[in-house]
């Protein structure tokens, strides 16, 4: 099918610096485009005219690819951020536990610094350009790094405590991104994903102090860590802190 | 002065079941009334008109005292509850640390179940009535609990890790108080509260082995922890947990 009978119509070929492209190279394009401008600034202050300069194409042309103008660019460069986000939460193949934990956030912090600006204003809330539909689509993600976790840690059915553990974590995740983001950074990256790491385990034997399943399935996650891994170390260190 | 000298003219005298209150005392009912509504259904199936007959008002009345509908009367009423929940997060004056904190979780979890849904779709966020301004609510409250605790941690200025770890915490706090109201407050509250007293402890422990401030301000506040106390029971039990 030629790229001129499908989806929006193409542009009429003109004069001046727009490029013409294929209708779906063209799309993405656009996405790709307000996804790096939604990063660098938050959504308020991105406009179609910055989309279509930095896009290299006119202001009628972006429209014709989303007629709903921002609102509607908007939530197709997120949508395609969350399609990225999710993608990196796949379990590596290698490693402990712990240390594949690790890998997923080291992962997740790249993402989040990539898209900064963006990401920020999405999760602080109350922007403009937020909806139901922009708010279903971070849940999305949400229940995407939940079900994640748990195929992580072989856990098909989990009850209402290690769900409350789980999702609790994965809200400290996503706070101390923002308050990275907010804070300049000051804490290094490497720190960080190690202590979300160490938060994960800590927070994982509180649990297991309260719920049965808890203890079960931390005590099958403390067996397939090696000795040296995130969560062996802390277990050695962790009883002298609270006691001392 | 008299009521009739201030504010929005009171509603004239009518027939009917309408009765007449002085103005503050109208409006204060009016947003009690909202408050009680937004805190079981959600805000877009709450309307002006509910507001109107369960205050036994009329809605031309409704509007005298907010000019700007629904979402004037909406922010009214999150700002009433806002004030209402910051109380809460005052010190009691006895106990340990642990207890102290018990004691406000368990007021919070009180005004939770109070606002149920109300307060469950304004975290969910996306809501047709969240703006900048319920945003910016929203987050004063949870600065206000970041400056309760560190009141209560004897903290004057917190580094970014100790910052962080508190922010996480109260992060833990908010999503778990949502997932309670969504799986129809399946774990009983006890139970969470002392999973969440827990939680600050272990979240702690594991900031303290990242960080010379935090480190500081635990070993300053388990010194405050008597025996028995929530505190004193989880090191006795945590360290086993994760070598067991």
């Excluded at 994960?200 to 297991?208: E, L, N, R």
């Amino acid at each position: 099918m030629h790229a001129d009978d499908a989806g929006p119509a193409p542009e009429r070929p003109r004069r001046g610096p727009y490029r013409r492209l294929p209708v779906e190279q063209r799309r993405e394009q656009l996405i790709a485009v307000a996804l790096e401008l939604f990063g660098t600034r938050p959504p308020e202050e991105v406009s179609l005219d910055d989309v279509a300069v930095a896009a290299g194409a006119s202001r009628p042309l972006v429209y014709r690819y989303f007629a709903g103008g921002k609102q509607q660019l908007y939530e197709a460069a997120l949508r395609s951020a969350a399609v990225e986000l999710t993608r990196r939460f796949v379990e590596p193949a290698s490693g402990s536990p712990t240390e594949r934990l690790a890998q997923v956030l080291d992962r997740y912090f790249g993402f989040v610094a990539e898209h900064d600006a963006g990401y920020g204003a999405l999760l602080r809330g109350g922007s403009v350009v937020e909806t139901e539909r922009t708010s279903a689509i971070v849940d999305d993600v949400r229940r995407a790094a939940f079900r994640h976790v748990m195929k992580h840690l072989g856990v098909r059915e989990p009850g209402p405590r290690l769900a409350l553990l789980v999702r609790s974590w994965i809200s400290v995740v996503e706070g101390s991104a923002l308050s990275w983001l907010d804070e300049g950074r000051q804490i290094p990256q490497d720190e960080l994903r190690d202590w979300l790491v160490d938060q994960f385990t800590a927070m994982f034997a509180v649990t297991a102090l309260h719920d049965r399943q808890a203890a079960e399935v931390l005590s099958a996650m403390l067996d397939r860590e090696v000795e040296g891994s995130p969560a062996a170390r802390l277990a050695a260190r962790l009883g002298p802190e609270l006691t001392s």
